[in-house]
């Protein structure tokens, strides 16, 4: 139980999620999101290391430059630099900053750093198809009722539950 | 154990009144959003004229066979019985504003839509234009015009012109597709007549518009 | 009437750094920043996910339907997510799979990485990678990508009931999961207590 003490209560951080994905409708008419500005990053490497390849109209970013656009120049970005500064303070208030690797005493932190890389790429290539991720395709769908938010939702939950006894070693 | 208790109670606390919350939308009574819109927001949108869409467009979705854009022949049902675009619907210009027994606009349903875009088309430009024009004066959303009607569908899908200038590409592509889209739509024993009981000599700028802002995809989360 | 802010002017910029914070700040209070506290939710052990997932869902969703019905906001003009049939559900499956081993989302990867968890810097890296992989093989899927295109469909419209009914059915359901998972883990934390 001393896990409730050091965290908020998740219904009340839903809550308050919640009242967020709301002022965010309200005030730009979207709602959260993360993913996309990992992909503008990527855009924004590519302009700079092969402007020959983003430049070619049917390369799949092109979307982010055209027209003279800068990539990073999107509400997403900034939203997840908030993001960053948002978890510094709150792990900052709760005494929880320390550089480490977070893996069950049953795995090395090797094999974690493996496992977090390869779900990192599954999780990229998905919320590419997916056209957003877990908060950006599942959160703000539900709280617009799109058909797709709860298609998203359903299919990584369901996915998770369908795979997790192959991975219980790593979080067990 | 007190503790737990009132854990507890606060839950249900919270369950109940997220519930009377949902409860209370559903009974709350609806709501007359048929607000008129206001003639100044009618001139910029007349002037801004982004409720245009093109031939190529219209055709585009047609062959794509998609769901989300639904076509509206404004014409007369002997017309629209003569010729149509595929899937489109008839509601006559004369009978928009038609209601039914209870009052309320008759096709309301269909031209005041969330989610799917609604495109008018008749011979020419300016009878969609006055049936666009009377349902945003509703303040229905999601209309659009195909612009030039079905005597620019005859021009420019039915019977595209080769580009003079060749070596423009974007021009050399739209040719080829207006060529593949011909042999879609004539594939079929469809008989186009022509009688232009409307003519419109001068067109409007050739805008052609097609993102819908508010669709946008924005590459998600 | 909102929404306010529809271009993508600077001052959505600094709103979205600003709603960014509070973003990051509740994924961290909650503990979303722990990949073993987020996996949690497939193993029965904590379901804090499903949780501030459906509660924050369920608000938004009352929320928004209360500020049309007041006329604070045009709801015909916030974003609705598309709903393309395939593409949408092998990215579901995608990031289901990438979820479970990577322990993380994009979204709470950011939260963790900025309490210093290297395992999630890790993971914000490979995520960029997967969109770069995608974007570089795109050609080979690229008619999967856009087929099936429903356009932006609300659940209510589908199914052809009202959005206030639709709104109401989620909440008790939403109610109901909140309800299951608590037994379950309740369950679940007495048997692990035994051993």
């Not at chain 2, 508010?214 to 989360?221: A, L, M, P, S």
């Not at chain 3, 503990?31 to 608000?59: E, P, Q, W």
């Amino acid at each position: 139980m001393k896990n409730q003490k050091k965290y908020m209560n998740s219904y009340l951080a839903g809550v308050l999620l919640g009242l967020l994905i709301l002022f965010s409708f309200y005030l730009t008419r979207e709602g959260l999101g993360a993913s996309g500005a990992y992909k503008r990053v990527v855009a924004k490497v590519e302009h700079i290391v092969v402007p020959s390849y983003i430049e070619n109209t049917s390369s799949y970013f092109h979307k982010y430059i055209k027209d003279g656009k800068e990539p990073m120049k999107n509400r997403l970005v900034f939203m997840v630099i908030g993001a960053f500064i948002g978890g510094f303070i709150s792990g900052g208030i709760n005494n929880r900053l320390k550089l480490k690797v977070e893996h069950t005493p049953n795995i090395t932190s090797k094999k974690r750093i493996l496992f977090a890389a390869i779900g990192g790429i599954l999780f990229g290539i998905g919320a590419s198809f997916g056209r957003g991720c877990t908060s950006g395709a599942g959160l703000n769908g539900m709280a617009v009722m799109a058909v797709s938010g709860f298609v998203v939702v359903a299919f990584i939950f369901g996915t998770g539950y369908l795979t997790a006894w192959f991975f219980k070693k790593l979080w067990l | 154990m007190d503790n737990i208790k009132s854990i507890k109670k606060r839950y249900i606390l919270m369950s109940i009144l997220l519930i009377g919350l949902a409860l209370l939308l559903l009974i709350l009574p609806e709501r007359d959003s048929s607000k008129e819109l206001e003639p100044e927001k009618l001139l910029f949108e007349i002037i801004d004229k982004n409720h245009f869409v093109t031939t190529d467009y219209v055709a585009d979705r047609i062959i794509n066979n998609d769901n989300y854009v639904i076509l509206i022949d404004i014409r007369q049902p002997e017309e629209f019985a003569n010729f149509s675009l595929p899937g489109a619907i008839n509601i006559p210009l004369n009978n928009i504003l038609d209601k039914t027994e209870s009052g309320e606009y008759k096709w309301k349903d269909y031209l005041n839509n969330d989610t799917k875009k609604n495109i008018f088309y008749s011979n020419g430009n300016t009878y969609s234009n006055q049936a666009w024009m009377i349902t945003r004066r509703l303040n229905y959303k999601n209309n659009y015009i195909m612009e030039g009607g079905l005597n620019k569908w005859k021009e420019t899908i039915l019977d595209p012109q080769r580009p003079k200038n060749e070596a423009d590409n974007n021009e050399l592509t739209l040719y080829n597709f207006r060529k593949a889209a011909k042999l879609f739509f004539v594939g079929g024993d469809t008989k186009y007549s022509s009688d232009d009981s409307e003519t419109v000599k001068n067109k409007p700028a050739p805008i052609i518009n097609k993102n819908n802002k508010k669709n946008e995809d924005e590459g998600g989360c | 009437m909102g929404p306010l802010f529809t271009g993508t002017d600077e001052w959505t910029l600094v709103i979205s750094l600003v709603i960014g914070i509070g973003f990051g700040y509740i994924l961290e209070s909650a503990g979303f920043s722990s990949s073993r506290k987020l996996v949690g939710v497939f193993y029965g052990y904590d379901f804090s996910v499903i949780r501030v997932f459906f509660m924050a869902a369920v608000t938004a969703a009352i929320g928004l339907a209360y500020f049309g019905y007041l006329g604070w906001i045009d709801l015909s003009a916030i974003y609705i997510n598309k709903f393309y049939l395939g593409s949408t559900i092998l990215g579901g499956i995608f990031m289901g799979l990438g979820f479970i081993i990577g322990g993380f989302c994009p979204g709470t990867s950011v939260c963790a990485a900025s309490i210093g968890k290297i395992d999630a810097i890790i993971f914000i890296g490979g995520v960029m990678i997967g969109s770069l992989i995608f974007s570089l093989a795109y050609p080979l899927y690229a008619n999967f990508y856009t087929s099936g295109a429903k356009g932006a469909v609300t659940i209510y419209d589908m199914i052809g009931i009202s959005k206030e009914l639709a709104i109401f059915i989620f909440v008790v359901f939403a109610v109901i999961t909140f309800y299951f998972t608590a037994e379950i883990q309740k369950k679940i934390s007495e048997k692990s207590h035994k051993y």
